[in-house]
T-cell receptor
Framework: EAQVTQNPRYLITVTGKKLTVTCSQNMNHEYMSWYRQDPGLGLRQIYYSMNVEVTDKGDVPEGYKVSRKEKRNFPLILESPSPNQTSLYFC???????????FGAGSRLTVL | GQNIDQPTEMTATEGAIVQINCTYQTSGFNGLFWYQQHAGEAPTFLSYNVLDGLEEKGRFSSFLSRSKGYSYLLLKELQMKDSASYLCAVRETDSWGKLQFGAGTQVVVTP
């Protein structure tokens, strides 16, 4: 079954404790992207990757890191989380040249 | 900068029609997407327009006017399950890269 898998789905952590949200896809998609969703602000793009070893900043990259060492994985790293990073995070993937972006189920992160 | 505007909320009765407008001002344009998102769930793809005109897909239709920077999503024969947020998104380049989303329109369907 074609899917985009995010882990963890829910996480409560404390300020400054490094964490990683994983995203994995089994569709051989070249493009992967991370979004955060906050009430009234919609989906805002954090980082995206056009292919392995190619990453670019989106609109709100501050406080986040990503890597794309393998085609299927695109982890989102919060080196020192802060309360303003409390949000719902979505990973999304697409095939180059296609017109459908597929989202993971989301990861709800709370930073205390 | 760029801007994608949609109404915050719309209410309609079951069986009726609702039109959700989206206006955009972006530095480039290579397609406009509509997504549906139920509360607490992932967005799901509804439609894609890159040329002017109307695309119909069952009860849902989407229209695009590139010269006006305008699109709408038309939901016909509304059902209770259509209560959701509808997101408009614009792709600026000819490949996936930065994809800008509007804040979403919450549609409430009443009996």
């Amino acid at each position: 079954e074609a899917q985009v898998t995010q882990n963890p789905r829910y996480l409560i952590t404390v300020t400054g404790k490094k964490l990683t949200v994983t995203c994995s896809q089994n569709m051989n998609h070249e493009y992967m992207s991370w979004y955060r969703q906050d009430p009234g602000l919609g989906l805002r793009q954090i980082y995206y990757s056009m292919n392995v070893e190619v990453t670019d900043k989106g609109d709100v990259p501050e406080g986040y890191k990503v890597s794309r060492k393998e085609k299927r994985n695109f982890p989102l790293i919060l080196e020192s989380p802060s309360p303003n990073q409390t949000s719902l995070y979505f990973c999304a993937t697409a095939k180059s040249g296609a017109n459908v972006l597929t989202f993971g189920a989301g990861s709800r992160l709370t930073v205390l | 900068g760029q801007n994608i505007d949609q109404p915050t909320e719309m209410t309609a009765t079951e069986g009726a029609i609702v039109q959700i407008n989206c206006t955009y001002q972006t530095s480039g344009f290579n397609g406009l997407f509509w997504y549906q998102q139920h509360a607490g769930e992932a967005p799901t793809f509804l439609s894609y327009n890159v040329l002017d005109g109307l695309e119909e897909k069952g009860r849902f239709s989407s229209f695009l006017s590139r010269s006006k920077g305008y699109s709408y999503l038309l939901l016909k024969e509304l059902q209770m399950k259509d209560s959701a947020s509808y997101l408009c998104a614009v792709r600026e380049t000819d490949s996936w890269g930065k994809l800008q989303f509007g804040a979403g329109t919450q549609v409430v369907v009443t009996p």
